[in-house]
């Protein structure tokens, strides 16, 4: 079974500044997809980024990148200039491309940016 | 992009009785849908994966009879919870998937309705 786990229950960083949080997973799969998931204060969840598994290139939309280690099984996304409405739970998710499209998530990084 | 409409957003009702949340994909035909619950300050917990005209996938744990799903179209799913005590106030929050031919940018990528907020007084 799948398995994601996210070790920073809390983060906080000034505005302006870069940071990092960290998500680790595990599975005997090899054709997968990863994504980095917010959560803002209005709990609409928001795809912030996303990488395929065999794509050795780390993904990046705007400040926001990714480091993928696949041999690792890690999965990090930076946040860089961050602004105030990065505030938010970011949520590191699994999806394997076999079967049901089932996501699994991780219990969730609660980030905020301080002014 | 795909979008995903839910509601109602927020709902109270009485112990005892039934409560219907709708989902609806706006543009674009899902054949799969999500139902997650999400308790404070937690991560978003699989009830179950609702297809289009057949039964819904049940996790594990998750009563079948106490939250009965219906995807009778391919653009809506309604999740029923029936005869709702208090423990049933959660969050809940529905998501699709747009096939790849739909989306093809998109493609496995989990959109997510706003969310309904449930209190069973």
């Known amino acids: 079974a799948q398995t994601v786990t996210q070790s920073q229950p809390e983060m906080s960083v000034q505005e302006a500044e870069t940071v990092t949080l960290s998500c680790t997973y595990d599975t005997s799969e090899n054709n997968y997809y990863l994504f980095w998931y917010k959560q803002p204060p209005s709990r609409q969840m928001i795809l912030v980024i996303r990488q395929e598994a065999y794509k050795q290139q780390n993904a990046t939309e705007n400040r926001f990148s990714v480091n993928f280690q696949k041999a690792a099984k890690s999965f990090s996304l930076k946040i860089s200039d961050s602004q105030l409405g990065d505030t938010a739970m970011y949520f590191c998710?699994?999806?394997?491309?076999?079967?049901?499209?089932?996501?699994?998530f991780g219990t969730g990084t609660r980030l905020k940016v301080l002014a | 992009g795909a979008v995903v409409s839910q509601h109602p957003s927020w709902v109270i009702c009485k112990s005892g009785t039934s409560v219907k949340i709708e989902c609806r994909s706006l543009d674009f035909q899902a054949t799969t849908m999500f139902w997650y619950r999400q308790f404070p300050k937690q991560s978003l917990m699989l009830m179950a994966t609702s297809n289009e005209g057949s039964k819904a996938t049940y996790e594990q744990g998750v009563e079948k009879d106490k939250f009965l799903i219906n995807h009778a179209s391919l653009t809506l799913s309604t999740l029923t919870v029936t005869s709702a005590h208090p423990e049933d106030s959660s969050f809940y929050i529905c998501?699709?998937?747009?096939?790849?031919?739909?989306?093809?940018?998109?493609?496995?990528?989990?959109?997510f309705g706003a969310g309904s907020r449930l209190t069973v007084l």
């Open positions: 998501s699709a998937i747009a096939p790849p031919g739909q989306w093809p940018s998109g493609a496995n990528v989990l959109t």
């Open positions: 998710a699994f999806m394997k491309l076999t079967g049901t499209y089932k996501y699994i």
